[in-house]
T-cell receptor, first 114, second 113 residues
Framework: SAVISQKPSRDICQRGTSLTIQCQVD?????MFWYRQQPGQSLTLIAT?????????ESGFVIDKFPISRPNLTFSTLTVSNMSPEDSSIYLC???????????FGSGTRLTVV | GNSVTQMEGPVTLSEEAFLTINCTYT??????LFWYVQYPGEGLQLLLK?????DKGSNKGFEATYRKETTSFHLEKGSVQVSDSAVYFC????????????FGAGTRLAVHP
């Protein structure tokens, strides 16, 4: 299965600033997924990033708040913009496995906004 | 719509006890079903999966059977260890659209010596 490197692993940010999270995959993948896991909660899909096209956002998430780049088949970034304490969460990227394999997840970025 | 419902935690067990974590789903068509595990401070790892009715997924002593008649995918282990303490997520993929995963709320398992 694919190996995903995600960074930073954690950060503490001031409100009103932005943070860009990077996700690097060791193989080419068509789609990459970005999830948010709020404290003590399950994972919620933010958007799906397909190389060469605009990301597709889930209900409740907008591009102005969570812009995504997908410049090639092995890399993607998610930016959390104009942060507030409510954005404090773990953010994870994910890729779909080959065939019937499950999805692989990055180790996550633990974001604290103060 | 598609959804996953898990039993609420935390589940607290003694070492070597039998574990069941219930998971039921609502989905159109024939989804694939997954169990993921999240150890403290770590990301998600795929624990096991099943892609069609009556399939049994198994890994590390954990098992789950895809039951279409009861729309369930309960996770079981015969003898838990302290190292199994983690949060367990049931998830489904419908195979439509962007093949996204839909997760249950997660169940925290704490195993004591």
């Amino acid at each position: 299965s694919a190996v995903i490197s995600q960074k930073p692993s954690r950060d503490i940010c001031q409100r009103g600033t932005s943070l860009t999270i990077q996700c690097q995959v060791d193989s080419q993948v068509t789609m990459m997924f970005w999830y948010r896991q709020q404290p003590g909660q399950s994972l919620t899909l933010i958007a799906t990033a397909n190389q060469g096209s605009e990301a597709t956002y889930e209900s409740g998430f907008v591009i102005d708040k969570f812009p995504i780049s997908r410049p090639n088949l092995t890399f993607s970034t998610l930016t959390v913009s104009n942060m507030s304490p409510e954005d404090s969460s773990i953010y994870l990227c994910s890729v779909e496995g080959q065939g019937a394999d499950g999805y692989t997840f990055g180790s996550g970025t633990r974001l604290t906004v103060v | 719509g598609n959804s996953v419902t898990q039993m609420e935690g935390p589940v607290t067990l003694s070492e070597e006890a039998f574990l069941t974590i219930n998971c039921t789903y609502t989905a159109t068509g024939y989804p694939s079903l997954f169990w993921y595990v999240q150890y403290p401070g770590e990301g998600l790892q795929l624990l096991l999966k099943a892609t069609k009715a009556d399939d049994k997924g198994s890994n590390k002593g954990f098992e789950a059977t895809y039951r279409k008649e009861t729309t369930s995918f309960h996770l079981e282990k015969g003898s838990v260890q302290v190292s199994d303490s983690a949060v367990y997520f049931c998830a489904l993929r419908t195979g439509r659209g962007y093949n996204k995963l839909i997760f249950g709320a997660g169940t925290r398992l704490a195993v004591h010596p």
